[in-house]
């Protein structure tokens, strides 16, 4: 197999359809049929379903390794500009949406000083979906919520969040000195969807606490659930980076009996990531540990016991 059957199985999965393919890397239709139809009979197996131009579960397979190969590739370029001292290249960097809120324009300033040569692409999505993506060569490094299930990535610790209770300052638990999860029996509250993993964290330490939470409404999305609170439907727990650019008539609260959420970064463990991957992380984890003091109910990632 070479390069070029590998780039046109990628172009498909992205496009669609081999004519999308083959405008996509710049050649013709019949150019990309001849490097599948190689590359499938070199494999054994079919990757393109012709009917629906969709890659079959094989195809899948080969294109998450196809993904990683191409990203070792523009590795390469990068990491020879750096022994010179530039360091070059574009980073595709997934983060969680709260997170990506407070750090992404931080981070791009910095860059900018730091390292005017390096581009960055942001993906937004959850932690499982960033560490799929991740895993498959989709992205060179991620934020994400941690642990993270995925055997492929290695994570390191970034900083630690509170989960807090958004509410009105004239709400009369904005007056309690100190908060409790017991407090917030019988509250109504605008809650993550069930079977969400921040529901799931969020249920199992009311049950610690020998309390339940009662939901007004389940939503699916943090930033909704935020701005429905800041609407007047109601108190939400949420982490403390989901809340930003909060009205003076809005506060939030610590919740004794809630656990910190731990944010961190994401690699994968096979290769070596690229210069320009790792001068991000570094400017990252530079721009944390100068912010997280001013930065209300965001703490220094604690060392586990």
């Known amino acids: 197999m070479d390069l070029r059957q590998l780039a046109a ?8 359809s081999f004519s999308g393919a083959a405008a996509a890397l710049h050649t013709v239709q019949s150019n990309v049929s001849g490097h599948i139809k190689r590359l499938e009979r070199e494999l054994g197996a079919e990757l393109v379903d012709r009917q629906t131009g969709q890659l079959t579960e094989e195809g899948r397979a080969v294109e998450a390794r196809a993904r990683a190969v191409q990203a070792e590739l523009d590795a390469v370029a990068a990491d ?18 709260t997170t990506a809120r407070w750090l992404v324009g931080l981070l791009l300033d910095s860059l900018a000083v730091a390292h005017p040569g390096v581009r960055l692409v942001t993906t937004e999505a959850t ?3 960033l560490g799929a993506l991740l895993a ?11 642990p993270l299930n995925n055997p492929e990535l290695r994570t390191r610790p970034l900083f630690d969040e509170d989960i807090v209770l958004l509410l009105p300052v004239e ?8 908060l409790h999860l017991k407090d917030l029996e019988g509250v109504e509250l605008i809650l ?34 935020s701005f429905l609170t800041l609407q007047g439907y109601g108190p939400s727990l949420l982490p403390a980076t989901t809340v930003t650019d909060m009205p003076s008539t809005y506060t939030t609260l610590s919740v004794a009996g ?7 970064t994401a690699l994968r463990k096979r290769g070596r990531p690229s210069a320009p991957t790792r001068a ?3 400017v990252l984890e530079d721009i944390v540990r100068r912010h997280v003091a001013s930065q209300s109910h965001i703490h220094p990632p604690q060392e586990e016991a």
């Open 127 to 129: 932690s499982s979906a």
């Open 280 to 282: 991000l992380l570094d």
């Open 171 to 178: 709400h009369p638990l904005a007056r309690v000195g100190e």
């Open 80 to 97: 020879l500009a750096a022994l010179h001292q530039h360091v070059l290249g574009t980073v595709r960097l997934g983060m969680i949406s």
């Open 192 to 225: 993550p969807a069930p079977h969400t993993a921040f529901r799931e964290e969020l249920d199992q330490a009311a049950t610690r606490a020998g309390t339940t939470l009662r939901s007004r409404a389940d939503i699916d999305g943090l930033r909704l659930l």
């Open 136 to 146: 498959s060569g989709g992205l060179d490094c991620a934020v994400v919520n941690i």
């Open 9 to 16: 199985l990628v172009a498909i999965a992205d496009h669609g």
């Open 258 to 264: 809630l656990p910190r959420r731990r944010v961190g």
